[in-house]
């Protein structure tokens, strides 16, 4: 591209959101605008906004998807509470959209889809544009259909596909606009459309019209530019949260030496991750899309029971009808990784929208006493290193372990510092794999280990080690059917004592601001950014005030009753109704109060702050 003649002003950060039909390439458009920024040195974060509906009628509210995306010259936590830029490309996505761009911000419009019949399926009585609604708001108003087929004249296309480059003209011109690298978008077109020909030359064509076009209009008086950010250095790739997860689930396998294995049913927000896992075969990965939820998990189990790191992933309706044989792997006490990436509920719920209500079923929905550990990724960075954990403790322990992620944290992306190996915490693996090593030459299945409370994982197929497991009641040591009232008490025990004996593994609980603060604020999962955001902007205007934040929900870390009980009053901000909430209050009897929002969205750093700031 040519270099540009407008003025540029600097800018600390900025968040962007493109909305449009599905048909739009919405996401395409927002991936890539991460991409050059990314590689411009910014930290991001994103948050795809997916569409109820799937192909639902174009022009319609239900069918609109949007891709908001923050980046910056510092270090960043969110997505962003509201975009500086709003583009939409029709009337369905400035209705549903509007409210997520700041007062006074920049709005470019599509005007080609502002017809009579888009207005109307959109719910306007007026025409937006016209009626002074927007008065506020830096409105740029840009025939995108007109520009992309002039671009296009003579190529020889239908109308439908000269209508589909138009993304890339909004895309050639946010580029222009922040003065992103163009070539990250042209590698992208030659490697999407590079085998035909035709195709290719007309997006390429119609991006580089789009950067042209800012370049050349009245309508903008300068360019933007966001510097790099001061980040450590090291080998860093832009990251989606399954993407993450998958990487950390290889990872485990690898460095235990272990075959891996997921067994999954697909379902939205977790099919990435089996996606994911079935193009890296060439690590000994193993995957195996069953019919339904139930056929994953127990194939998984079959497959731990065989010696395999074993995994299965699902939703929150999945967690559900996977209940049982969760149960039956707290049972046999094989190693299990359960991923959950929650969405929003109850029963089919709202497939592609966020949520974290699940935390009471992983830990409580099962029959009898079915004790597991659970932990929380708190981002997409962050599920790699949650992943991996999950995997050394259920190896360790040798029991099945709850991973929770969910919508936001799937979807979104971020830059991830890739780790050295070396780094990486080990798995030792010691399965028995000879008599030879029997006390007295004697195997007993549920002899356990006196610090972890494990019981032996046998090398399956060894001569001598033969046994069987299944879901009755086992004898303590042998592992023969039992009936007894006793043993079964003793056994319920020691299956919730190897559980209590993660403990050991979980490290002190970091407090992140004042130890004795007026107000703390205790969150888990996808919470993170907006607590640890509104944290330090509440520590700069001179409040006192800290955050904790937990990994580890089942068991609690040791100290945090203690730490809790520091502050004067607890803060928890969850997406749901209030579910560690109550756990909280009746385990350490600390004066907690609940901040809970259920509108598939994640929290925004203003509502967070502006709660803690009631309290102070």
Request: glycine share 8%.
């Amino acid at each position: 591209m040519a270099t540009s003649t407008r003025p540029t002003e600097v800018l600390e950060s900025v968040v962007i959101r493109f909305a449009g039909d599905s048909g739009d390439g919405i996401q395409l458009t927002g991936n890539q605008f991460t991409a050059a920024s990314a590689l411009a040195g910014n930290d991001t974060a994103t948050f795809p906004d997916y569409p109820a509906e799937i192909r639902a009628p174009a022009g319609t509210l239900a069918g609109v998807s949007g891709f908001q995306l923050h980046f910056s010259s510092r270090d960043i936590l969110t997505p962003g509470d509201r975009a500086d830029v709003l583009v939409v490309m029709n009337p369905a996505a400035l209705k549903s959209n509007l409210k997520w761009l700041k007062p006074h911000g920049m709005l470019i419009v599509n005007t080609d889809s502002f017809q009579a019949k888009n207005l109307k399926m959109a719910g306007y009585a007026t025409h937006p544009l016209e009626d002074g609604s927007l008065a506020t708001l830096q409105v740029v108003q840009i025939d995108l259909g007109r520009l992309t087929g002039e671009a296009l004249v003579g190529m020889g296309l239908s109308a439908k596909e000269v209508e589909r480059c138009k993304n890339y003209f909004a895309l050639g011109l946010v580029f222009w606009l922040y003065e992103r690298d163009t070539q990250v978008v042209e590698d992208e077109i030659k490697k999407k459309f590079g085998t035909r020909p035709l195709l290719f030359d007309a997006n390429l064509k119609v991006f580089r019209a789009g950067w042209n076009f800012g370049e050349t209009t009245e309508l903008f008086r300068t360019r933007y530019t966001v510097p790099a950010a001061a980040i450590p250095p090291g080998l860093y790739r832009n990251i989606s949260g399954n993407e993450s997860l998958s990487l950390g689930l290889v990872a485990a396998a690898q460095v235990a030496g272990l075959p891996l294995f997921c067994g999954s049913y697909p379902i939205t927000p977790a099919t990435e991750i089996l996606q994911t896992l079935a193009n890296l075969k060439e690590f000994d990965v193993r995957t195996f899309q069953a019919e339904d939820e139930i056929a994953a998990v127990v194939a998984t189990i079959g497959a731990s029971y065989a010696n395999h790191l074993a995994v299965t992933t699902t939703s929150g309706p999945g967690i559900a009808l996977k209940s049982e044989a969760m149960g039956l792997a707290v049972m046999t006490e094989l190693p299990l990784v359960v991923i959950d990436v929650q969405r929003g509920g109850p029963s089919t719920g709202l497939p592609t929208k966020t949520e974290q209500a699940d935390l009471l079923q992983v830990l409580y929905g099962r029959n009898g006493e079915s004790p597991l550990p659970v932990l929380a990724a708190r981002s997409a960075a962050d599920a790699f290193e949650t992943a991996y954990e999950a995997c050394r403790i259920a190896l360790k322990y040798m029991t099945p372990v709850v991973l929770l992620s969910d919508g936001s944290i799937a979807n979104g992306a971020e830059p991830w510092r890739v780790p050295r190996v070396a780094d990486l915490a080990p798995i030792p693996i010691d399965l028995l794999d000879d008599v030879a090593k029997l006390q007295n030459g004697e195997f007993l299945p549920y002899d356990r280990d006196p610090k972890t409370g494990a019981r032996p994982w046998v090398k399956i197929g060894t001569q001598g080690l033969e046994h069987r497991l299944g879901g009755l009641e086992k004898w303590e040591r042998t592992g023969h059917i039992a009936y007894d009232a006793e043993n079964h008490q003793r056994m319920t025990l020691a299956r919730q004592a190897k559980v209590d004996a993660v403990v050991q593994d979980i490290p002190p609980t970091e407090v992140y601001g004042e130890r004795d603060a007026k107000v703390g604020v205790l969150s888990w999962g996808s919470t993170y950014g907006s607590c640890r955001t509104a944290i330090d902007q509440l520590r700069a205007q001179g409040h006192k005030v800290a955050h904790v934040h937990l990994r580890w929900l089942n068991p609690l870390p040791a100290d945090l009753g203690k730490v809790l009980h520091r502050f004067k009053r607890v803060l928890v901000p969850e997406i749901n109704n209030g579910q560690l909430l109550p756990l909280v209050r009746a385990k350490y009897l600390v004066d907690a109060k609940g901040f809970n929002r259920i509108a598939t969205q994640p929290l925004s750093v203003a509502e967070v702050a502006e709660a803690i700031s009631s309290w102070l």
